[in-house]
């Protein structure tokens, strides 16, 4: 599916840019090449790559420059490190307790980290892939907070996709320092279920982060509670029963009670509470953190609008094109940020598949999409072999937007 050069759609809006600059700059007449995972198949440094491949084999001498992107989930380290930051890592606890090998990004001065919560605690983090949707704790973001701090960070971007629990950030906020306790005064277990027994929440250890900026890159602006809230919305994708949800509720609630008496505020209702299974709030509430679209706060980390400015034709892409697409996902966003920066320069989709029409695609700020599933309709080969794919998918890019020599 794909329209003729020159088709464009509504403007997005486009942020500011608010983290330093990468400093390097799109060669004029040149590609760019900023995709998304694949989930299931591709990073997204390797999407860039296999698509640059294919370019180059299309016309030869092409100029490229890959820019990988994520939304705040999966892959923002990635993009982060792919735009010269440095990957730090560190042994963290997982999900389940048990230590996982996590990785943030460290800018060149170090005073910008990046932390994405998957890393710690996130789906891909569970044993054997064993959802625990009632213990499953966000203990190791809060670690990795703090390993970026005592590493210089003065700013942190917490990437709030992908996560494993609804624990409301309580792990987080342990990991910190703070003391959660029972009636009887013996430590509360971790996970979400474990918080209904919450009797006092001690905050006298804290960590004092308060010289420190913490930026959420997230798309959810749910509240914490409620049908909207964490658990009801979000705890069935990790395997949370009609009972479960109703359990973590219970322990949700007590949580914001408690969180609350101790800071004088209320934060439950706040949009993006519920992000990341309240991994939002405890940010929000303990932090002072501020949210933003996950996808402008990774194009500000690799400077795109800097380095897209001359450029003759953007590429973007995702696993699956379709309604999502349309809320700020990374396509969209990445469109919206090239008009913006670079007006009359089209963009163009690749993807596995793709649901949306053309009239979509245009709202989307997408001069055309391409899908791996018009050369392999068999979805799971289609997974198993994507990398090849995407180069074909290059070569017909190449063949409709980019003249035969360069």
């Not at 299931?40 to 440094?45: D, E, F, Y």
């Not at 929000?284 to 402008?296: D, N, S, Y």
Request: proline share 7%.
């Amino acid at each position: 599916m794909r329209q003729p050069p020159g088709a464009e759609g509504s403007p997005l809006p486009a942020s500011s840019g608010a983290l330093p600059p990468h400093g390097r700059q799109a060669d004029i007449g040149g590609v760019i090449i900023a995709p998304d995972k694949f989930k299931g198949s591709l990073t997204a440094p390797d999407v860039a790559a296999h698509l640059a491949r294919g370019l180059a084999a299309a016309v030869p001498g092409v100029r490229t420059e890959e820019i990988p992107v994520a939304d705040g989930g999966d892959g923002t380290v990635d993009a982060a490190v792919a735009a010269g930051y440095r990957r730090v890592e560190r042994r963290v606890g997982g999900p389940t307790g048990e230590p996982v090998t996590a990785a943030f990004a460290l800018s060149g001065p170090g005073d910008v980290a990046v932390v994405e919560a998957a890393q710690a605690c996130g789906l891909s983090r569970l044993p054997g892939g064993r959802l625990r949707p009632l213990t499953a704790t966000s203990y190791g973001v809060g670690e990795l907070i703090a390993a970026a701090v005592d590493a210089g960070a003065r700013q942190i971007v917490l990437g709030l996709g992908g996560s494993a629990t609804t624990d409301g950030g309580a792990g987080l906020i342990a990991a910190l320092g703070a003391r959660l306790l029972a009636a009887s005064g013996a430590p509360v277990p971790p996970g979400g279920a474990a918080l209904a027994s919450l009797g006092t929440l001690d905050v006298a250890g804290l960590r004092d982060l308060s010289g420190v900026a913490v930026l959420l890159a997230s798309d959810v602006d749910n509240p914490l509670l409620g049908p909207d809230g964490a658990a009801a919305v979000y705890g069935p994708q990790k395997g949370a029963s009609a009972t479960d949800i109703r359990v973590l509720e219970d322990g949700l609630a007590r949580w914001a009670d408690a969180a609350e008496a101790a800071l004088g505020r209320s934060f439950r209702d706040r949009a993006g509470a519920g992000a990341a299974g309240g991994l939002g709030f405890a940010a929000l509430a303990f932090l002072g953190a501020r949210m933003r679209p996950g996808i402008e706060v990774v194009l500000d980390l690799v400077s795109f609008r800097e380095r897209v400015a001359g450029a003759s034709l953007v590429i973007t892409g995702e696993g699956s094109l379709d309604a999502q697409t349309l809320r700020g996902k990374a396509p969209a966003g990445v469109a919206a940020a090239a008009r913006a920066a670079s007006p009359g320069t089209p963009v163009v989709a690749v993807a596995g598949s793709c649901s949306l029409n053309e009239e979509s695609l245009a709202a989307a700020g997408l001069a055309g999409a391409y899908a791996l599933t018009s050369l392999e309709p068999d979805v799971r080969a289609s997974m198993a072999n994507a990398g090849p794919l995407l180069e074909k998918l290059a070569a017909q890019v190449a063949a409709d937007w980019l003249p035969p020599s360069r």
